[in-house]
């Protein structure tokens, strides 16, 4: 059914693990030759070091799953503020164990288009999920413990938004939930792309460049909205004509995270012209890699496994944060 070649190049293009791969052999017809075996399929010692090497590599399920941890996040945060209600407990089911949502509300937007924009990114971000557990079927890691509240207090309290001892809720004004927002939605923008080398099935690399694409477009609206904020476009709130500058804050605070090097870009440049497209001198956005994704969730610049946003920490493969501090 297979020639040597196609076999071996179906293997090694896996997106699963050892143990998929195992199912794929016996599926193929090519029960008994393991992974090792299979790669007999083809001459040389090489290919068969590699296919040993893929077999133990992190496999596109495990940066499928580290996607949806973010997913869940983001859908439970729009979802809230839009609906007042989270994603259906069908829906965070899975491998891992399971964890609730605390805090979380109905925002009362003010501005038309506003409220249009956060009921259309809570549609995607829950498509997201969607997609995503029934690419994995059942590989897919369920929802982890989220903190909406006590988590929004610490960034902004990091960040210099709001002073020590005083709190932070993103749902109760429409500029609040414009912060929470921008802390999320480059955070999801860099991630993928970082992933986007890891994921080995053309299939699912084209899926996820679909997410980035629809992250950035989130991204953008986000962002383009704080730069109009002191246009009339939305009211004077708890920051008024200054969320371009809280925004500013929060960007030095997640810079502050993810590493030595200087990434995060503010909506406005040093001139207070519009910054919406965050991106290097050849204008390409930049990377992060998950370690420094989960330095940012986490809130924390050190090795972590759990804090912040994901105070358990998050299910599947990737759940170590990066030693940054």
């Avoid at 050892?18 to 199912?23: F, G, N, Q, V």
């Avoid at 997640?254 to 204008?283: F, H, M, W, Y």
Wanted: with cysteine; hydrophobic share 40%; charged share 20%.
């Amino acid at each position: 059914m297979f020639g040597r070649k196609y076999a071996a190049s179906m293997i090694n293009r896996s997106a699963e693990t050892e143990a998929d791969r195992r199912r794929f052999l016996r599926s193929a017809g090519l029960a008994g030759l393991g992974v090792v075996g299979a790669a007999a399929l083809s001459t040389g010692t090489a290919q068969a070091d590699q296919v040993k090497a893929d077999a133990t590599a992190l496999s596109d399920a495990s940066v499928l799953n580290f996607a949806l941890n973010l997913e869940y996040l983001e859908a439970q945060f729009y979802l809230y503020a839009v609906t007042g209600q989270g994603l259906p407990s069908s829906m965070t089911g899975g491998k891992g164990k399971h964890g609730t949502v605390t805090g979380g509300r109905k925002v009362h937007f003010r501005s038309r288009a506003l409220r249009s924009f956060a009921r259309e990114i809570a549609g995607d971000e829950h498509a997201h999920v969607k997609f995503l557990r029934t690419a994995l079927g059942s590989a897919a890691v369920a929802q982890p413990k989220i903190d909406l509240k006590g988590s929004f207090t610490a960034a902004a309290q990091a960040a210099g938004i709001v002073r020590k001892g005083h709190s932070f809720d993103a749902f109760a004004c429409e500029e609040n939930f414009l912060l929470a927002a921008y802390l999320f939605e480059d955070v999801g923008v860099t991630a993928y792309k970082g992933a986007a080398p890891l994921i080995q099935n053309k299939t699912y690399l084209e899926a996820a460049a679909g997410i980035l694409a629809v992250e950035a477009y989130h991204a953008a609206n986000i962002r383009t909205s704080i730069y109009n904020s002191d246009s009339g476009l939305l009211g004077t709130g708890l920051f008024g004509r200054d969320l371009r500058k809280a925004a500013g804050k929060l960007s030095a605070a997640r810079d502050s995270l993810d590493g030595k090097t200087d990434l995060d870009q503010g909506v406005e440049n040093s001139n207070g012209e519009a910054n919406i497209v965050p991106t290097d001198a050849n204008g390409v956005a930049y990377s992060r890699s998950a370690g420094s994704v989960l330095n940012i969730v986490y809130l924390n610049p050190k090795k972590v496994t759990a804090g912040g946003f994901f105070p358990a920490g998050v299910n599947g493969d990737i759940t170590s944060s990066n030693n940054n501090a």
